[in-house]
């Protein structure tokens, strides 16, 4: 799109700090407003769970530019939420009632954490997606307390993983059979309990949450099948949800995020989007995807800055890749797993906790599992980009 000359970016996200540098390297001088509700400078997010809830990092070292962002020429509106979008007068409205006007938008929102139905507010009680809910939930943890995660996802089971290094007594409560079920197939969720077990943990699978206890702040945690399990702080980490909430009115398309075309592009004209609050058409996916990744948000934020300055752009159909680190495991997940056919281990041993794990399906590589091979690992998402045949991913990786 031709003849922008005030662009605004909703979202100081790591999505949206990477479409405010997109447009300024690719040349864009006009005016830029950046809006976000948090009173922070963009940090990083992967930390927060791990470095510093352990006390490893403190807060100044998750920034993503250690410089400042005076170069990027850009109006930050800190602390300031965006409450509507008023596609017809093309201005986004803010908290208070004030009216940011717009030739082009890219909405980078994200996400915000799962809550539980019925899930009281008491003190103890706690979710992490940002750097004061990290800090709060560190200060928390000074006092030695006993930890109840519930989720064994990613996020409950690398804070389940911090907390233990920090020697806390945990319990990791999972309605599935195997931690990170959703990410990972049941024989390599299979070595995720066992990590956990073998630090430490009270790890229990299949099981339900029933209530919260206690009155004036959480004191223990009542199972589906009526154990009661005490804590004194208790972890809900159960996934996210899209923040589109503030676009419901806007007369965009919204299903589990703001859907998008294979190009970031919504159907409003000049109005694109990325990060975790994006659905979009995958060249390579039969419906709509939509990735809470690290490397996602930092590949789209600046595939769609890109979309709204030209107009035009190809697909945008990347690899999936996303990593944990629990432990002394690095977990690395690149493409897809659902559906594959056959597997082979590669580069190593099931046994030894390090390995690479090819899936195909149709006779194509469609995705692997690395544990603390990361070199390998970029190999084979050079493949998985290249679309080669299973067979011939077997053959390199064996030679």
Not at 177 to 200: I, K, N, Q, V, Y
Not at 257 to 274: H, I, M, N, Q, S
Not at 365 to 390: C, D, K, T, Y
Request: net charge negative; proline share 6%; aromatic share 4%.
């Amino acid at each position: 799109m031709s003849g922008l000359e005030d662009i605004v970016v909703v979202g100081t996200s790591l999505a949206g700090l990477r479409a405010v540098e997109a447009l300024r390297s690719r040349g864009y001088e006009g005016r830029l407003v950046w809006i976000g509700e948090e009173p922070h400078l963009p940090y990083d997010r992967p930390p927060l769970s791990k470095e510093v809830l352990r006390g490893d990092w403190e807060p100044e070292r998750t920034a993503l530019r250690r410089t400042g962002i005076e170069d990027l020429e850009v109006e930050l509106r800190s602390g300031c939420r965006a409450e509507a979008l008023d596609l017809a007068d093309r201005c986004v409205v803010l908290s208070g009632g004030e009216r940011r006007r717009f030739d082009g938008l890219v909405i980078a929102t994200g996400a915000s954490p799962r809550r539980l139905p019925g899930c009281p507010s008491l003190p103890g009680v706690h979710v992490l997606r940002t750097l004061d809910d990290a800090l709060a939930i560190r200060a928390a943890l000074d006092a030695s307390p006993r930890v109840a995660v519930i989720g064994a996802g990613f996020i409950g089971s690398e804070v389940a993983a911090s907390c233990r290094k920090r020697g806390l007594d945990v319990i990791l409560i999972e309605a599935l059979e195997t931690p990170m079920a959703r990410g990972l197939d049941p024989e390599m969720g299979g070595l995720c309990a066992a990590l956990h077990r073998d630090h430490g943990v009270d790890l229990r699978l299949g099981s339900t949450l029933g209530s919260f206890e206690g009155t004036q702040r959480v004191e223990g945690l009542r199972l589906g099948g009526g154990e009661r399990v005490p804590a004194d702080l208790v972890l809900v980490g159960i996934g996210v949800v899209p923040e589109t909430a503030w676009l419901a009115s806007s007369g965009l398309d919204l299903d589990d995020g703001l859907l998008c075309d294979e190009t970031l592009a919504t159907k409003a004209p000049g109005v694109v989007a990325a990060g975790d609050v994006v659905r979009w058409r995958h060249p390579g996916h039969p419906s709509p995807l939509r990735l809470e990744h690290w490397t996602n948000a930092v590949e789209q934020g600046s595939a769609a800055a890109l979309r709204l300055l030209e107009g035009q752009a190809a697909p945008f159909a990347p690899v999936p890749f996303v990593w944990t680190d629990q432990y002394d495991a690095k977990i690395q997940i690149a493409g897809e797993l659902s559906g594959a056919e056959e597997t082979r281990v590669v580069y190593g041993a099931l046994a030894e906790r390090r390995f690479v794990r090819l899936y195909g399906r149709g006779g194509r590589l469609i995705g692997a599992v690395a544990w603390n091979r990361p070199r390998q690992l970029m190999q084979v998402r050079r493949h998985l980009r290249e679309g080669i045949a299973f067979a011939d991913a077997v053959a390199q990786a064996e030679a």
